[in-house]
């Protein structure tokens, strides 16, 4: 059995959002998934882009970094990458 995520996880974030541990709203339990999971990916995309050219994760525009990530990644992870940040982008508003 695996031990439980902690709550400052993005895994314990989600548990905690869809397992009914907050009193909300479905949707606002859905917003806030979407938006932890944006999160995540953006941290994962700046760790791969500062592992490749140290201080290229400091560029501020997310979309510059999904475009930088064409050069430094596989064309299919970064096309991949780029269309899940634009529909959790879409869930978070």
Known sequence: MPAPASPGSVDGLLHLLLGGGVDAS???RHRSAALALRTALEV???RVLEARVPGL???RSMRAKMLCLRHYAEPDTAWRANA???HVCLACH
Do not use: F, L, P, Y
């Open 26 to 28: 479905a949707a606002s």
């Open 44 to 46: 994962t995309v700046d």
């Open 57 to 59: 994760a400091a560029v």
């Open 84 to 86: 899940v940040w634009c």
